[in-house]
């Protein structure tokens, strides 16, 4: 799945080349890369004229475009009940056959890619396999603020209790904590 800045760079293509080529303004092209619109929303004739331009079906232009987005703890759920399903080494092929690391983190979704990234590299710790160099890019990349479980801030919540929180840090997983993300359990799921 190719976002609109991953076709430009694959193709070596710059905004300014494609609006050109496509006859959509410089600016609407900048905005769609840059989140500030959506290409699901523009017209037809917009993104009629821009896979055409880049040699590529509507279809294949909008897929990574299409997907909704679910909150975060399903999201941390469903890839934690699909390494039970899986297993470690099948889901760490599919995760990086597919780059869903890289989709994710291109359509914005920051706390889903990272979160997925350090699955893989705490995953690369305990099976002793290389991390992939293709996401050191993005090992560099940090949550601006920490992201907790749901139940870790209704205990600290119903407690009255910011201690809570500071043992939950204290029992993360390092390779989420790398990310700002406090995470102790990937394989205690129902």
Request: hydrophobic share 40%.
């Amino acid at each position: 799945m190719m976002t609109l800045k991953r076709l430009l760079d694959e193709k070596k293509m710059t905004q300014y080349r494609l609006a050109k080529h496509s006859g959509v303004p410089y600016t609407t092209i900048n905005d769609i890369i840059n989140g500030a619109s959506k290409l699901e929303k523009c017209s037809a004739e917009t993104v009629y004229r821009l896979a055409k331009s880049l040699d590529i079906t509507v279809e294949e232009l909008l897929e990574p475009y299409m997907h909704k987005r679910v909150s975060f703890e399903l999201y941390k759920s469903n890839v934690c009940h699909k390494l039970k399903e899986d297993g470690d080494i099948p889901f760490l092929i599919e995760t990086f056959q597919t780059d869903k690391i890289r989709t994710l983190y291109d359509r914005n979704w920051h706390p889903e890619s990272l979160y997925l990234l350090a699955m893989t590299d705490y995953l690369c710790k305990i099976n002793d396999i290389p991390v992939p160099v293709e996401y050191s890019d993005l090992r560099k990349c940090k949550l601006k603020e920490p992201v907790f479980p749901a139940s870790v801030l209704a205990m600290a919540l119903a407690a009255n209790d910011e201690s809570v929180k500071s043992d939950a840090i204290a029992h993360a997983i390092p390779e989420f904590l790398r990310y700002n993300i406090v995470e102790s359990e990937i394989r205690n799921v129902i």
